[in-house]
Structures are given as C-alpha cells and as structure tokens.
C-alpha cells in the first residue's frame, strides 16, 4: 500500500537543516558539501545550455568559451609595381591567402558590419631603386584615405628609412587601431632615389590583419 510523508523540513540529529521545502516544490538547504559522492547533472548547475563547448560562468550561466581574431586576412603580391618617386603611392595585393569575412577587396581592408573595434595590422613592404640609388623610404597605412602626419610619425604607425647610398629594403610595419564599422585601411609606400623609377618587388610584400578578441 502506497503513503505520503509531507514535511517542509528535514534535520540531521544535531538539528541542522539538511532539506528545506517552500511547499512548491523548490528544495533548498543542502550544501554542496554534503553532495560526498555520485553526480549532478552539468544542465542543473546553471541556465542556458551546458556543452563541451561552453563554460559556466561565475553569475551561474553558460558562455561560448574562447572567442576568434576575425575577420582576418593575408594578402600578398606577386607582380612587380612602379612606383612614383618620392610621393605615396596605394600599394596593391593580388593574391588571397585567406579572408575569413570576404572584407579585402581593392587593395583594402573593411571593417564589416557588427566587427568595429580594435585590430592589429602588419604589412611588409620591400623596396628596391630599380638600378639606381634608394636615397628614402616610408612605409604606412591609411585610414579611410587619411594621409599620415609625417612629421611626429603618429597616429597612422609611419616607419621612415634613411638608406643614402642602397640599392634595396624590406621593412615592416605594425599597428593596432581602433576601428568603426566601414572604417577601411589601406598600405601606402613612397620612395626617393636619385634618378630612374622605382618599384615593389614582386614578393616579399604582404598585408595582413585581424580583429582583437575582446576589443
């Protein structure tokens, strides 16, 4: 014959409350010390979905762990390009390594729609006088077209050589900014040499950049 014991608590015998009932079917008073052996299922512990791929977080929720640098993208040339002597001159890649939110095109990095913040930059830039003497160079990145303050070599992460006398250099370049949604970047390099033109050699130039996690 079946029966019903109703209580609203239970002690131990040293009165200590072990389970306490609100009478709606909520039971609270046991400490996870007393918890000496067996499991709780992982999906009690916390609201939202519990997987390998999430972890509970200290407000007793589930997040997505870890986080991706994306978008990112690599870019790369593999022609040569003249160049104007001593005047800033758009430097073009054509060639894809990866581009995980398809945000390179035209020689130039976009920040997508739902991607503002802070990303990282890095572009290497080799140079060559093309027979003649490479007096100067700089290497930089543009911001939507903005051309980079020269002068205290700030804001736009400006590198400057001064090679009098060489026939060639690589030089990299690095940055972090902070961007906004369709804000766009660009490299941009300029030579000085003493007579002829110069040029990009056809590798050894790339472009690459990604998103900070977090930021």
């Known amino acids: 014959m079946a029966s019903t014991i109703q209580v609203d608590t239970i002690k131990d015998i040293g009165g200590n409350t072990m389970l306490s009932s609100n009478g709606s079917g909520t039971?609270?008073?046991?400490?996870a010390s007393a918890v000496s052996s067996g499991t709780i299922a992982t999906a009690r512990l916390g609201s939202g979905t519990a997987s390998s791929s999430t972890f509970l977080r200290g407000d007793q929720t589930y997040a997505a762990a870890g986080g991706e640098n994306t978008p990112a993208f690599l870019v790369y040339k593999t022609a040569n390009q003249?160049?104007?002597d001593?005047?800033?001159?758009?430097?073009?890649?054509?060639?894809?390594?990866?581009?995980?939110?398809?945000?390179?095109?035209?020689?130039?990095f976009t920040v997508p729609s739902g991607k503002a913040?802070?990303?990282?930059?890095?572009t290497q830039l080799y140079f060559i006088a093309n027979s003649n003497t490479l007096d100067l160079f700089y290497g930089t990145f543009y911001i939507n077209g903005g051309t980079p303050n020269i002068v205290n070599r700030t804001g736009n992460s400006v590198i400057m050589w001064n090679n009098t006398g060489g026939g060639e250099q690589c030089w990299r370049v690095t940055s972090t900014f902070n961007l906004n949604v369709s804000d766009y970047v660009e490299v941009y390099g300029k030579l000085n040499v003493n007579s002829g033109t110069p040029r990009l050699y056809s590798y050894g130039n790339w472009f690459s950049g990604f998103k900070l996690i977090g930021a």
Do not use: H, Q
Not at 27 to 31: A, F, N, V
Not at 102 to 107: G, L, T, V, Y
């Open 82 to 84: 003249e160049l104007s």
């Open 117 to 122: 913040g802070k990303y990282r930059f890095d």
């Open 86 to 108: 001593n005047a800033f001159t758009k430097v073009t890649f054509d060639t894809e390594d990866f581009d995980t939110d398809a945000a390179f095109a035209s020689d130039k």
């Open 27 to 31: 039971i609270t008073g046991l400490p």
